[in-house]
Nanobody, 116 residues
Framework: QVQLVESGGGLVQPGGSLRLSCAAS????????MGWYRQAPGKQRELVAV???????NYGDSVKGRFTASRDNAKNTITLQMNNLKPEDTAVYYC??????????WGQGTQVTVSS
């Protein structure tokens, strides 16, 4: 089983920035894709960003131009730089990895709260 541990969440004011990190227990270079999802209270989990093993990245429409996802295969981590945060970005953010051996794996989530 792949273990994913997120960090970097917290409370930030509107317009502020946060950087999330996800550390994987194994080599992420073998994963088909890794990404970030979020779930706000009373809403379904939605895509934030996904990075394929080729490096191509897709973003959810609501975060395009504000969030940037990246991966570091040497450190087995992915990060999510979130700028110009809005109250509607408030959610639990989850790291996800897809591998041939273990299928889809999820982290425990990290809370991001955007509020003045």
């Amino acid at each position: 089983q792949v273990q994913l541990v997120e960090s970097g969440g917290g409370l930030v004011q509107p317009g502020g920035s946060l950087r999330l990190s996800c550390a994987a227990s194994g080599s992420i270079s073998s994963f088909y894709a890794m990404g970030w999802y979020r779930q706000a209270p009373g809403k379904q989990r939605e895509l934030v960003a996904v990075i394929s093993n080729s490096g191509s990245t897709n973003y959810g429409d609501s975060v395009k131009g504000r969030f940037t996802a990246s991966r570091d295969n040497a450190k087995n981590t992915i990060t999510l730089q979130m700028n110009n945060l809005k109250p509607e970005d408030t959610a639990v953010y989850y790291c996800n990895a897809i591998s041939a051996r273990f299928g889809s794996s999820w982290g425990q989530g990290t809370q991001v709260t955007v509020s003045s």
